[in-house]
């Protein structure tokens, strides 16, 4: 055995046991999937929120002598408050619908084992979350706490709400009601006590907070996470991410919905901080965000396999060229699932080097362009699913070096690609020389 195949064989030994069971056991854990399912379910309201502050902060330079570009500026300016305000409701306030969605996605894991209802837990949170992260104060509630602030207060309380609901049911407490009353009514009685149970436990917590250190929960959350927000935007931790989804995608797990689903609430943390400094003209402070990984780090689907697509569509290999063909529409959307079990690329040792690299040379490449101000830095949250130039323009304020920078990324892969691709190349050529020889052979026979 080659010393290629060796060291294959323990990269893949060690994923299939240690890597891919803890992985597979993290994505099915019932808090992971309702986390990931909240923030799924909140992404319309943040992506129409975000394309809308495009409209407010013009990617024009405000000295700029082009016609166009200064009466947008001037209306921008004008119309500021009423563009932003569909903003506000969304973006501007997206813990809100993250916590609901979080609570009524984990309140559904116990309607069987314990007759929850998840409409009341996710009810029950918003109550908690607006009452640690909006206390009234001289009369309206103040905001600061409901955007990207207070996102992990968000979970933690969506989470702490349904729990507590789920051990009051185990432990039959509750208000009992005969079977005869309606059983909206006995839902509404049903939710009395572990109302109670909040107030008497986050309120005087909140209260403790605010006496002591004069901020809200939100903001003391905040402030023991900024040091692993700061860590999760770094050059290593990008990597390191992208390493294992997609090591994970080799043995043929989703790799990048796992790994997306775990750094979503630190991608979306960092986009309410770069939203906030556009809005005050500071500079963009955070690189890492969900529109950096689907635009950047994977062109063309995980493994940034645009370029490979692009090195199939001239092969000399049918079954290569067809898979291409099939492919390239499909990968401009960021749909790869044809190219990588058409190759097959999962389990395929030819591709392992490249199917790691490409993406890791991508997140390096773009990071660099970013970190040293060659391209702006993401300020809106882009369906996935957008072609891939346009979506990372889109995704920075309509910066069209960021196009550029994509169509740069695909080459950067095709390239990286290239020499697999022609052992692969060589492989079937071989194998379909050979199945040819055979049908001529058959055929001779017939005859």
């Known amino acids: 055995m080659s010393a290629h195949h060796a060291a294959f064989n323990v990269i893949f030994r060690f994923v299939e046991n240690f890597v891919s069971p803890v992985a597979v056991r993290i ?53 500021e408050g009423q563009i932003l305000s569909p903003f506000d409701m969304t973006m501007g306030i997206m813990s809100i619908y993250i916590c609901v969605a979080i609570a009524y996605n984990l309140g559904k894991h116990y309607v069987k084992s314990h007759q929850l209802d998840p409409f009341m837990g996710a009810m029950l949170s918003l109550m908690a979350f607006l009452l640690v992260a909006a206390p009234k104060t001289q009369g309206a509630l103040p905001g600061d706490g409901l955007g990207g602030t207070g996102i992990f207060t968000a979970i933690l309380v ?15 407490i509750g208000i009992r009601l005969p079977d005869q009353v309606p059983p909206m009514i006995k839902n509404s009685f049903d939710l009395l006590i572990p109302v109670l149970v909040v107030v008497l436990t986050l309120y005087p917590l909140s209260l403790l907070i605010q006496s002591q250190f004069d901020m809200l929960i939100p903001q003391a959350i905040m402030s023991i996470f900024n040091p692993l927000v700061a ?20 043995a043929g797990i989703h790799g990048a919905a796992i790994v997306s689903g775990m750094l979503q609430m630190f991608w979306l943390t960092n986009l309410a901080a770069n939203q906030a400094a556009l809005a005050q003209g500071a500079p963009l402070p955070h690189i890492f965000m969900e529109a950096f990984w689907t635009f950047f780090i994977v062109v ?101 070096r960021a196009a550029l920078l994509v ?36 055929n001779q026979q017939v005859a």
Request: glycine share 6%.
């Open 407 to 442: 169509i740069v990324l695909a080459v950067v892969s095709a390239i990286i690609y290239y020499p697999f691709f022609k052992v692969y190349e060589k492989q079937l050529l071989e194998q379909e020389a050979a199945e040819s020889e055979a049908e001529k052979a058959d």
């Open 27 to 79: 994505s099915s854990q019932r808090h992971v999937m309702a986390i990931r399912d909240g923030f799924i379910s909140a992404m319309p309201f943040m992506i129409v929120g975000s394309f809308l502050l495009v409209f407010a902060y013009p990617p024009f330079s405000p000295d700029t002598t082009w016609g166009f570009a200064r009466a947008w500026l001037a209306l921008a300016k004008r119309f």
């Open 158 to 172: 969506a989470i702490y709400c349904v729990e507590m609901m789920r051990f009051l049911k185990a432990r039959n």
């Open 231 to 250: 860590a999760a935007d770094s050059l290593p931790a990008i990597l390191l991410a992208v390493l294992i989804g997609h090591l994970l995608w080799f």
């Open 300 to 400: 063309g689907g995980s493994g940034a396999t645009m370029g490979l697509v692009i090195c199939y569509l001239k092969s000399r290999s049918a079954h290569l060229r067809a898979i291409g063909r099939l492919s390239v529409v499909p990968s401009m959307f960021n749909i790869n699932e044809p190219v990588i079990f058409g190759t097959p690329i999962v389990m395929n040792p030819v591709f392992f080097i490249p199917f790691l690299l490409a993406p890791m040379v991508n997140a390096v490449l773009a990071w660099a362009a970013m970190k040293f101000d060659l391209v702006s830095r993401v300020i809106s949250v882009v369906p996935w699913t957008a072609p891939a130039p346009i979506g990372g323009a889109w995704a920075l304020g309509w910066d069209f």
